[in-house]
């Protein structure tokens, strides 16, 4: 009886040895800035591009899938100035914009491959392509 006492308060004590030696992969981040365009099918010359506006943003996110784009592992919105940032584990993942929702539609963006690395910013500026013509 007291072999199995001992050995049932060792056992935890082993499992928090071991979880607390194994080494942490730790985490980095992921940050960049979206373009969104064309925006209307003809520019007048002489007249600005359009700045996206913050709906326009709103309607698209940032979607991280594992490298060999398998799983998705995170999602993350852009923000009114076409901004967005992600706190991902360290590893190398594929990124693209996708609509909110599930939407499809004309356009998007191709994949982007990036390497996250252990307590560093990882800067990704996207394209989207409206596919306005």
């Known amino acids: ?6 050995r049932l ?3 935890p004590w082993i499992i928090i040895l071991v979880g607390c030696s194994l080494p942490s992969r730790g985490e980095g981040t992921l940050t960049g800035h979206v373009t969104i365009g064309p925006l209307v099918p003809v520019l007048r010359e002489g007249e600005p591009e359009p700045t996206p506006s913050p709906e326009v ?5 940032i979607v991280v899938f594992t490298e060999n784009r398998g799983r998705e592992v995170a999602r993350a ?3 009114p100035a076409g901004n967005y940032q992600i706190v991902l584990p360290v590893s190398t993942y594929v990124v693209a914009a996708s609509p909110t929702g599930g939407g499809g539609g004309p356009g998007g963006s191709p994949d982007y491959h990036v390497e996250i690395t252990l307590n560093n910013i990882t800067h990704l500026d996207l394209d ?3 596919g306005i013509r």
């Not at 943003?57 to 996110?61: P, S, V």
């Open 1 to 6: 009886m007291r072999y199995n006492l001992k």
């Open 9 to 11: 308060l060792l056992i």
């Open 57 to 61: 943003y709103a309607a698209w996110q």
């Open 77 to 79: 919105d852009i923000d």
């Open 128 to 130: 989207i392509d409206t």
